[in-house]
């Protein structure tokens, strides 16, 4: 044996082999059983594991909704430094679309009741759609990949780790509710009415998680248990909107967990007694989810599935078809979701614009901010374009945390044993994120400029409401690179850094300009190179060079996945 012999020998012996890599990522039981000590009590080993599991996710979402809600504190007091009047707002209180969408008007005269009734709702669905997607991941999800099966290999029953479960998630609905309250406070909007916030939303989102953990024991597949509970979310919002409706119709809102907020009115004349099914609600759903927990095995539902059916075969020949047929429902549900926000949107820019006419304090807001041309209608559509942009880049970028998602569960490793280079696999998921993303944009586009037709405007047509979102289409593409990079070289963070830099480079080109921020700052945003399009010219440089950007680092994100290792949670 040569010495080059000998030494490559010795190497490959040192070397870990594929297997063994595996086995420390393959699950995050194995991961995390280092950590715990020696005699641990495995139920306490069972609630930090799924501990670790939340605690990423609700941290962001804690800060996201914070943020969110300083900001909008920030741009009332800005705007109005001397409080409202009580007719500045008046024309809303017999808009239809207006309380339906928003909901009836209430203590607007405060930062808080503003805040409440102008973003309250959209933190709802935040705190909603993020309590649904993480409970029928820990519940079903880790159960589809079979790794439930390594944590009631113990001395632990399912309805006890059920259980922990839900104690952990419902303290990160407090633990969400806590920052919207300390934001609240810190903002100078009073202890009272930040503190009904904070329960109020905290309370939101225990519903929903419950509502999941319950749907999670009826269907066998995760997807199909998110989609339940995504159902009953959007009957609590049509719900809301009827009860917000008219006056004789408000008793539908105590029907909605979406309702009870408006029932609450944290900075107007309070009702502690919205707080009640609050409370009670998600803790009879938890009950009801760790007892039907009881009656049905490890990987089993207590609907009827779709085994001894024919095996649905199509669409299963290529990894980009398999990503499509995955993802589609979950497509589909954002187009109609955007689509009907878009159309609302649209109904009301009319209404808008009449309201931005009468009011002077706005106007100045408006001006300081650099946005004089949005006190126009075509103006006005260009910011619900960038808007929508905004969604459908988060949308891409949650589109590459399925590809996260199908390599934390293992499934990956099985489709890249078999003739399937890596390029291919992330490609074909890269592909279908940005072809996705454009889809959103045509439909809610389309939508949109339905929302102003139906309200019987002619000043926007169908090419201007469709300019107005696809000027967005540069920003979805880098940031659909970013995500196709992070992915590459920091998996783990595949989510959390284009959505932050997605929000963030937002919230500067907002707050920016008022704040007498430095133009590097302002420009390090790529939303403040979008022109305001259909009221200005497509800006064509800056739309070429992101376009660019982003293909540049999906190459590089391509590339890393290439020469990486594959990562388990």
Not at 219 to 230: E, G, K, Y
Not at 371 to 395: E, H, S, W
Not at 464 to 474: D, E, F, G, H, W
Not at 499 to 505: E, L, S
């Amino acid at each position: 044996m040569t010495s080059a012999t000998h030494h490559g020998a010795h190497e490959l012996a040192r070397r870990p082999s594929r297997q063994a890599r595996r086995a420390r990522t393959a699950s995050p039981a194995r991961h995390l059983a280092p950590r715990i000590a020696q005699g641990a009590h495995p139920r306490r080993t069972v609630f930090t594991l799924y501990v670790r599991l939340t605690r990423r996710g609700a941290l962001l979402m804690a800060a996201s909704v914070a943020v969110y809600l300083g900001v909008e504190v920030a741009s009332y007091s800005a705007a109005y430094p001397t409080g409202v009047s009580p007719t500045q707002f008046a024309m809303f209180l017999d808009n239809p679309a207006v309380r339906m969408m928003q909901g009836v008007p209430n203590g607007l005269e405060s930062a808080g009741g503003f805040t409440v009734w102008d973003g309250g709702w959209i933190i709802q669905l935040l705190v909603a759609v993020w309590a649904l997607l993480t409970t029928s991941r820990i519940l079903r999800g880790e159960e589809d990949v079979e790794r439930t099966d390594l944590v009631l290999a113990g001395p632990v029953r399912a309805t006890h780790a059920t259980a922990l479960s839900l104690v952990v998630l419902a303290a990160a609905a407090l633990l969400i509710g806590v920052a919207a309250t300390v934001t609240m406070l810190a903002s100078g909007t009073g202890l009272r009415g930040s503190a009904l916030l904070g329960l109020g939303l905290a309370g939101v989102t225990a519903t929903f998680a419950s509502v999941a953990a319950v749907t999670s024991q009826l269907v066998n597949v995760r997807r199909r248990a998110a989609a339940l509970a995504a159902g009953v979310l959007g009957v609590a919002y049509v719900l809301r909107m009827v009860g917000n409706s008219t006056d004789p119709r408000s008793w539908v809102r105590w029907t909605t967990p979406l309702g009870w907020m408006d029932e609450l009115k944290p900075y107007g004349q309070a009702d502690p007694r919205a707080l009640l099914p609050m409370l009670i609600v998600p803790v009879l759903l938890a009950a009801l989810a760790v007892t039907l927990r009881a009656r049905r095995d490890i990987g089993g539902a207590l609907l009827a599935t779709e085994a001894g059916r024919e095996p649905h075969l199509r669409r299963l020949g290529s990894p980009i078809a398999f990503a499509w047929r995955s993802n589609r429902a979950v497509l589909l549900g954002w187009i109609l979701g955007l689509g009907a926000y878009a159309a609302v949107m649209g109904a009301l820019i009319s209404t808008m614009i009449d309201w931005l006419a009468q009011d002077q304090s706005y106007q100045k807001l408006m001006a300081d901010l650099g946005l004089d041309q949005a006190l126009t209608t075509l103006g006005f559509l260009a910011m619900i374009g960038a808007m929508m942009g905004v969604a459908v880049a988060l949308q891409v970028a949650w589109r590459m945390g399925a590809a996260r998602g199908e390599e934390e569960s293992g499934r990956v490793e099985a489709i890249l044993a078999r003739p399937v280079s890596r390029l291919r696999w992330l490609g074909g998921h890269a592909l279908l994120s940005f072809l996705g993303g454009a889809l959103l944009l045509v439909a809610t586009g389309t939508a949109l400029w339905l929302g102003v037709a139906s309200s019987g405007s002619d000043e926007i047509t169908w090419d201007n409401a469709m300019r107005s979102v696809l000027n967005a289409l540069p920003v979805v593409l880098l940031i659909g690179g970013l995500a196709v990079l992070t992915f590459g070289l920091f998996p783990r963070l595949t989510v959390a850094v284009p959505v932050t830099v997605t929000v963030v480079g937002y919230l500067v080109t907002l707050l920016g300009p008022a704040l007498s921020w430095p133009d590097w700052v302002l420009n390090l945003s790529p939303f403040t190179h979008l022109a305001l399009v259909p009221a200005e010219p497509w800006g064509a440089t800056a739309g070429i060079i992101m376009t660019c950007l982003g293909l540049l680092l999906l190459g590089v994100g391509l590339l890393g996945f290439q020469r990486r290792d594959v990562v388990g949670s």
